[in-house]
T-cell receptor
């Protein structure tokens, strides 16, 4: 049982480049989340998807877009990367009858 | 709005020392409370949780009690090990769409 998987694990971009971070879960969870983690800031929610076909903004959505491709997959896209988006990105999922979120291993992104 | 405040680190302890990481919260209603742990280079793992007042969550020798009167959920362990070195996050779930996290406390345990 893989749980929540994320690709890539590491990525270096130049300012203005675009990329998509991939996330998949095999726990049949309805809700999925994207967070960013910055030193001294804890985790901040970027976007979430309460169920397949829906997405909503979180605390820090500017500069990002998301796609809930199906129940398993939830991708995060940076259209024009900026140095301020250098961070560690975590995907998480949650089942309908639980309050617990399960996290992926993270993607460490550096924007030069 | 909801918020979580946890003690700032870093915290450095000798092996077998007693650990307390303080966490207090502000929330409407009756939130569920969590401690997550992040080992170096890894994602967050659920360490323990409590869903109502006076509940005690426990796992791997760690404990935390949900204290509604003091709005606290302090993490404790009687004897830490080097393998406990990690970042610890307190979080709450108030029935909305998101977890609210504290800023994290880095623990280093030295032999």
């Amino acid at each position: 049982n893989a749980g929540v998987t994320q690709t890539p694990k590491f990525q270096v971009l130049k300012t203005g480049q675009s990329m998509t971070l991939q996330c998949a879960q095999d726990m049949n969870h309805n809700s999925m989340y994207w967070y960013r983690q910055d030193p001294g800031m804890g985790l901040r929610l970027i976007y979430y998807s309460a169920s397949e076909g829906t997405t909503d903004k979180g605390e820090v959505p500017n500069g990002y877009n998301v796609s809930r491709l199906n129940k398993r997959e939830f991708s995060l896209r940076l259209e024009s990367a900026a140095p301020s988006q250098t961070s560690v990105y975590f995907c998480a999922s949650r089942g309908v009858s639980t309050d617990t979120q399960y996290f992926g291993p993270g993607t460490r992104l550096t924007v030069l | 709005g909801n918020s979580v405040t946890q003690m700032e680190g870093p915290v450095t302890l000798s092996e077998e020392a007693f650990l307390t990481i303080n966490c207090t919260y502000t929330a409407t209603g009756y939130p569920s409370l969590f401690w997550y742990v992040q080992y170096p280079g890894e994602g967050l793992q659920l360490l323990l949780k409590a869903t109502k007042a006076d509940d005690k969550g426990s796992n791997k020798g760690f404990e935390a009690t949900y204290r509604k009167e003091t709005t606290s959920f302090h993490l404790e362990k009687g004897s830490v090990q080097v393998s406990d070195s990690a970042v610890y996050f307190c979080a709450l779930w108030a029935g909305s769409y998101q977890l609210t996290f504290g800023k994290g406390t880095k623990l280093s345990v030295i032999p």
